[in-house]
Antibody, heavy 122, light 111 residues
Framework: QVQLQESGPGLVKPSETLSLTCTVSGDSIDNYYWNWIRQSAGKGLEWIGWIGRIYSREISTYSPSLKSRVTMSIDTSKNQLSLNLFSVTAADTAVYYC?????????????WGQGTLVTVSS | QSVLTQPPSVSGAPGQRVTISCTGSSSNIGAGYDVHWYQQFPGTAPKLLISGDSNRPSGVPDRFSGSKSGISASLAISGLQADDEAHYYCQSYDSSLSGSVFGGGTMLTVL
């Protein structure tokens, strides 16, 4: 079955860049929408954005509140997706999840990674 | 402040039925976008419980049901069991934000 696994540093300094990778196994990464979602103690679940390689085109959409600080990429040869969040602050401390959806409009998230805790602190 | 509003907590005795509400607006639930529900236990990822307003993914007991009307949606859990004690989140799409939005979550306590 489909499995997702997030990886990356658990501690990032303020003003630096948070970089995470999600490795997908059990299915091709093509023609699905791959989402990043975070969960902090104070704010619940927050959708960050999605990226997908749909019919050989790479497309992405980011949350308006994070759009100026986020980039996502996809590596179909490794079945991996990546998240970069720039200029982090303590408010970016959260558990970060990658999750799959099969559409971009009204999507549900049917498979999730286990999540990785990222703490922003000096 | 979440775009979708849920009660912070609900409770019920074993065997009882509880409902969890999720209220949005004309740019999300009221616009007809699907509502999905997730169950989350401490330290684990959310699990899809209800998809497309009222559809149960394979393996989800029929004690769980979803509905939608106007700008609101509801999750109903009947025949409450101790292991239903968890956080429940609603999620939809918002056209003004061009992305997915979540409710703040509801903690279900089984008395």
């Amino acid at each position: 079955q489909v499995q997702l696994q997030e990886s990356g540093p658990g501690l990032v300094k303020p003003s630096e860049t948070l970089s995470l990778t999600c490795t997908v196994s059990g299915d091709s990464i093509d023609n699905y929408y791959w989402n990043w979602i975070r969960q902090s103690a104070g704010k619940g679940l927050e959708w960050i954005g999605w990226i997908g390689r749909i019919y050989s085109r790479e497309i992405s959409t980011y949350s308006p509140s994070l759009k100026s600080r986020v980039t996502m990429s996809i590596d179909t040869s490794k079945n991996q997706l990546s998240l970069n969040l720039f200029s982090v602050t303590a408010a970016d401390t959260a558990v970060y999840y990658c999750a799959r959806s099969t559409s971009w409009s009204s999507p549900d998230f049917d498979y999730w990674g286990q999540g990785t805790l990222v703490t922003v602190s000096s | 402040q979440s775009v979708l509003t849920q009660p912070p907590s609900v409770s019920g005795a074993p065997g009882q039925r509880v409902t969890i509400s999720c209220t949005g607006s004309s740019s999300n639930i009221g616009a007809g976008y699907d509502v999905h529900w997730y169950q989350q236990f401490p330290g684990t990822a959310p699990k899809l419980l209800i998809s497309g307003d009222s559809n149960r993914p394979s393996g989800v007991p029929d004690r769980f049901s979803g509905s939608k009307s106007g700008i609101s949606a509801s999750l109903a859990i009947s025949g409450l069991q101790a292991d239903d004690e968890a956080h429940y989140y609603c999620q939809s799409y918002d056209s003004s934000l061009s992305g997915s939005v979540f409710g703040g979550g509801t903690m279900l306590t089984v008395l």
